[in-house]
């Protein structure tokens, strides 16, 4: 049945109440169609009425192929195109993963698998890779898996197969590209004996299948009648190719979404696959959704100035019918801590008049931001769920962090210490724990004291490690009596490794890398933070008493994640959400944008959409807000507002208010940024200093320094404790 022959039921085409735009759109089948969807347009509505269109019209359901991104969206669609049409039963409708699944189920054989294999998630994936690397002999990188995960499905993501990957690593002769090749080569090699697939195989293999056997190709392309795409925004390479294969011959195909609303470059997802859609598919037809039913006009107003100034965009200007409403509101505070306060002490007025707590969300660039609006939150007695990520002192780099805090304070914590013994990496795998742990039980002694021992059958390289261990923990024991403790914290997250440890993960995982620091330099601001309030109350800073709270705080249970609690999230996660209220926080050159993002300007642009997606979650009222100083490893820095408030319009007096600080800025940027060989320093712990080496540039970029007790310390360059003499 050719598309033009779809029976129009005008009588259930009026029910679906469409809008002029939406109408048009659920209407047009003449060619390939692009629908730029800004945010709370009724993009949902209108895909739902354009497949009850289709199967309305006529055309079978199970022709039909809707791909969506997430299981719940998926299920929605197909609840919903069912209440308007029941004949829609059989309709495909899924995610590309689930998409994938299913075609390997059926082509399983082309795919080397069999009917039953199973599918490894990430932590599947992560463990097989450890068992790689042990067979590879590439023990030190063990702690590496996420980093070499993430390689491999980026690997998948641009249809680059394991192979191929080696060869042009082999090819380049860079070292580190080619252990990653040699890893990825026998991780798939074990994949395939597993008779499994990973995440990035659902895709890939089926791409591989359909290119490689024009039969099928041309089968598929005549099964499915009409394809529609959503979030086409957040497509790789990978997924991109399956589309445009399986819908180039008929070229009935349908995408849906707002390169406004990219912002997930960093996960694989191409910009470039909806703003290049009119040159990839000739003769289609784009249509823009921008009434909004979502927002007040001055919260578009806001958001339409801000996403004005990307260059990499499709042309809209969202509007809408909707109450003027009420002003954006900046919040400006001295500090971080402050910001925080301030918030919870608006939102606890926002619920004396009454108001759903569940209405009202709080975003922030990094996980590492929500332990000052946890803890302000709690002091107001205000109930709040965290989404996407563990509370902050559950998370794992702080667990390990606060086990070598605990080690110090009771080295017969069998626990911790079984936690932190191979963390950094000191050649101790499971078994020789479990050798370790067995002849401590054995001699009925602690976990400390066997490690004491000499008569262990473990190697002498392992001995030495643990030996070197034991020096480590005896001698912060020591300090424990006479540094503060968030120095304490801070000089033994360097020397013992573990913060160069998650430096090295951040040369092939950046994004993963920098949250993890950027965690581990809130719990040193936390514990600074102890000491301030401990001197306020005249009492002494004890190591032992911050981490008895620590204990007692994790252990109180009593915000539950009941409806009516506030909601505190990453933007990553808001994206498809909603609320009456939002706060979107940490507005600062440097942390929003991310500082990384200054140096590229594709980076810069998606550092502006990921607040414009921030902005449009917003129904009634939004607040933005920014921190003049912020605590960086228990040092205060001064701050610069963010750009995104200045091009959003609502405040006119950013010049005057900001000349001055902005000299300050910039004398400090100069000195921090930009350093050079030869230039002395002082750091807190070490004294004084002269920078030897300055390694790499931009995020990433460290500094070697020789101090002048003769030690050498290498620096993560935007976090460094130092000063420039």
């Given at each position: 049945?050719?598309?033009?022959?779809?029976?129009?039921?005008?009588?259930?085409?009026?029910?679906?109440?469409?809008?002029?735009?939406?109408l048009e759109a659920a209407l047009y089948f003449s060619s390939p169609l692009l629908i730029?969807?800004?945010?709370?347009?009724?993009?949902?509505?209108?895909?739902?009425?354009?497949?009850?269109?289709?199967?309305?019209?006529?055309?079978?359901?199970?022709?039909?192929?809707?791909?969506?991104?997430?299981?719940?969206?998926?299920?929605?669609?197909?609840?919903?195109?069912?209440?308007?049409?029941?004949?829609?039963?059989?309709?495909?409708?899924?995610?590309?993963?689930?998409?994938?699944?299913?075609?390997?189920?059926?082509?399983?054989?082309?795919?080397?698998?069999?009917?039953?294999f199973v599918i490894y998630d990430e932590d599947d994936q992560k463990k097989l890779i450890n068992l790689v690397i042990k067979d590879l002999g590439f023990e030190k990188d063990k702690n590496k898996a996420s980093v070499y995960a993430t390689i491999i499905s980026r690997a998948k993501d641009d249809l680059m197969d394991a192979e191929s990957y080696l060869l042009n690593a082999r090819i380049s002769e860079n070292a580190e590209r080619i252990k990653a090749a040699q890893i990825y080569f026998e991780y798939q090699k074990m994949l395939a004996e597993s008779n499994a697939a990973d995440f990035g195989d659902l895709i890939s293999k089926p791409v591989y299948i359909l290119k490689s056997n024009p039969e099928l190709l041309n089968y598929y392309q005549n099964f499915f009648r009409y394809i529609l795409v959503d979030e086409y925004q957040d497509t790789n390479r990978a997924q991109y190719l399956l589309v445009k294969l399986l819908s180039e011959?008929?070229?009935?195909?349908?995408?849906?979404?707002?390169?406004?609303?990219?912002?997930?470059?960093?996960?694989?997802?191409?910009?470039?696959?909806?703003?290049?859609?009119?040159?990839?598919?000739?003769?289609?037809?784009?249509?823009?959704?921008?009434?909004?039913?979502?927002?007040?006009?001055?919260?578009?107003?806001a958001a339409n100035k801000v996403i004005r100034n990307n260059k990499k965009r499709k042309e809209k200007n969202l509007w809408t019918k909707n109450k003027t409403g009420e002003d954006v509101e900046l919040i400006e505070t001295s500090n971080e801590v402050e910001e925080a306060q301030k918030i919870a002490r608006i939102i606890k007025k926002i619920k004396d008049k009454d108001s759903d707590r569940s209405s009202i969300a709080v975003f922030y660039r990094t996980n590492a931001q929500s332990r000052n609006f946890e803890e302000a939150l709690r002091k107001y007695r205000i109930p709040y769920k965290l989404i996407g990520t563990l509370r902050?002192?559950?998370?794992k780099e702080i667990k390990d962090a606060i086990a070598y805090l605990r080690v110090l304070v009771n080295p017969r914590d069998t626990i911790s210490l079984m936690r932190i013994i191979n963390l950094p990496p000191r050649g101790l795998g499971e078994k020789t724990i479990e050798k370790i742990n067995e002849h401590s039980r054995i001699r009925n002694l602690p976990f400390f004291d066997t490690l004491l021992l000499d008569d262990m059958e473990i190697g002498d390289g392992?001995?030495?490690?643990?030996k070197n261990f034991i020096e480590l923990i005896k001698k912060f024991r020591e300090k424990k009596n006479t540094l503060k403790p968030h120095i304490l914290l801070e000089t033994l997250l360097i020397e013992s490794g573990y913060w160069q440890m998650i430096e090295d993960e951040g040369e092939k995982d950046r994004e993963t890398a920098f949250s993890r620091l950027a965690n581990l330099q809130e719990l040193v601001n936390a514990v600074k933070q102890f000491e301030e309030d401990a001197t306020k109350r005249g009492v002494e800073?004890?190591?032992?008493?911050?981490?008895?709270?620590?204990?007692?705080?994790?252990?109180?249970?009593?915000?539950?994640?009941?409806?009516?609690?506030?909601?505190?999230?990453?933007?990553?996660?808001?994206?498809?959400?909603?609320?009456?209220?939002?706060?979107?926080?940490?507005?600062?050159?440097?942390?929003?944008?991310?500082n990384s993002a200054n140096s590229d300007e594709?980076?810069?642009?998606?550092?502006?959409?990921?607040?414009?997606?921030?902005?449009?979650?917003?129904?009634?009222?939004?607040?933005?807000?920014?921190?003049?100083?912020?605590?960086?490893?228990?040092?205060?820095?001064?701050?610069?507002?963010?750009r995104f408030i200045i091009?959003?319009?609502?405040?006119?007096?950013?010049?005057?208010?900001?000349?001055?600080?902005?000299?300050?800025?910039e004398a400090k940027a100069i000195s921090k940024i930009s350093p050079q060989l030869g230039r002395n320093v002082i750091h807190p712990v070490f004294g004084k200093g002269v920078i030897v080496e300055i390694i790499g540039s931009g995020e990433f970029a460290k500094i070697k320094i020789r101090f002048d007790n003769g030690s050498i310390h290498t620096f993560m360059l935007k976090f460094a404790p130092i000063e420039i003499l």
């Open positions: 049945m050719d598309l033009t022959e779809i029976n129009l039921d005008h009588e259930f085409i009026k029910k679906l109440k469409l809008n002029d735009k939406q730029i969807a800004g945010a709370g347009t009724g993009k949902t509505k209108t895909l739902i009425s354009k497949l009850a269109i289709l199967v309305k019209g006529g055309m079978p359901a199970s022709r039909i192929l809707a791909i969506t991104f997430t299981n719940k969206a998926a299920d929605e669609m197909r609840t919903r195109v069912s209440n308007l049409v029941p004949e829609s039963f059989g309709l495909w409708c899924s995610t590309f993963h689930s998409f994938g699944a299913k075609f390997l189920r059926i082509h399983h054989k082309e795919a080397g698998l069999t009917k039953d011959k008929s070229r009935n195909l349908c995408v849906v979404g707002d390169p406004d609303q990219s912002i997930y470059s960093w996960r694989g997802a191409d910009i470039r696959n909806i703003l290049q859609f009119e040159a990839d598919f000739k003769d289609s037809k784009v249509i823009t959704l921008e009434q909004n039913y979502r927002s007040t006009s001055k919260i578009l107003d902050f002192y559950e998370r392992v001995k030495g490690n643990i800073a004890e190591l032992e008493k911050y981490l008895e709270e620590v204990s007692l705080q994790s252990e109180i249970d009593n915000f539950k994640e009941g409806t009516d609690a506030v909601t505190l999230m990453t933007l990553h996660l808001a994206k498809g959400l909603e609320f009456d209220i939002v706060f979107v926080t940490g507005l600062e050159e440097g942390l929003f944008p991310i594709d980076d810069m642009e998606e550092e502006r959409r990921l607040c414009y997606v921030g902005m449009t979650r917003a129904r009634e009222k939004l607040y933005l807000s920014w921190a003049e100083t912020r605590r960086i490893f228990g040092k205060t820095y001064p701050n610069m507002m963010s091009e959003s319009n609502i405040v006119k007096y950013f010049k005057t208010r900001q000349d001055e600080k902005i000299k300050i800025i």
